[in-house]
Every structure is written in structure tokens, then in C-alpha cells.
């Protein structure tokens, strides 16, 4: 996928997360060998917790994952 195709999805999934009440943070890890480089959370916009997509303190969600997440569908 180019990085205009990335940027434009993770676009779409803000503002569906944001229609439910979440925010989409994505981990600010810039070592690509990271475990936890380009991954995601999605965080509850009025408590900050992170609700899902974190295990064990990391991001962990691939922006698949995200979008499951979001629709509705077992991740």
C-alpha cells in the first residue's frame, strides 16, 4: 500500500473513530525494527484510557485490526 493510500485510510478510521467517541493514536516508536513501530490504539476521548488495541503497555493493532475494531467485528 503507498503511503498516500495509508494516510488516506487511517484518515477514514479517525473520523470513525471519532463518531464513537475514541481517538486513533498511532505509537510514536520511529525504530522500524521496534516491536511496536506503526502500530495503533484507540483511546476513549473522555477518559484517555486506552480501550482497545494495547497489550501489556503497547500499541498493537494493525490498521486491520482497527478497522474490525471499529465495525464492529471480533478482532
Same mark, same amino acid.
Not at 513501530?37 to 485490526?65: H, N, P, Q
Given at each position: %500500500?503507498?503511503?498516500? /493510500?495509508?494516510?488516506? *485510510?487511517?484518515?477514514?478510521?479517525?473520523? %470513525?473513530? &471519532?463518531?464513537?467517541?475514541?481517538?486513533?493514536? &498511532? +505509537? *510514536? *516508536?520511529?525504530?522500524?525494527?521496534? +516491536?511496536?513501530?506503526? #502500530?495503533? /490504539?484507540? #483511546?476513549?476521548?473522555?477518559? =484517555?484510557?486506552? #480501550?482497545?488495541? /494495547?497489550? =501489556?503497555? *503497547?500499541?498493537?493493532? =494493525?490498521?486491520?485490526?482497527?478497522?474490525?475494531?471499529? &465495525?464492529?467485528?471480533?478482532?
Amino acid at each position: %500500500m503507498t503511503t498516500t /493510500a495509508v494516510k488516506t *485510510r487511517e484518515t477514514r478510521l479517525r473520523r %470513525m473513530a &471519532k463518531r464513537q467517541g475514541l481517538r486513533l493514536h &498511532k +505509537s *510514536r *516508536r520511529r525504530d522500524p525494527h521496534a +516491536s511496536d513501530y506503526g #502500530v495503533y /490504539a484507540l #483511546v476513549d476521548e473522555e477518559t =484517555s484510557f486506552i #480501550v482497545a488495541g /494495547a497489550d =501489556s503497555g *503497547r500499541f498493537g493493532f =494493525s490498521l486491520d485490526d482497527v478497522e474490525a475494531h471499529l &465495525k464492529g467485528e471480533r478482532v
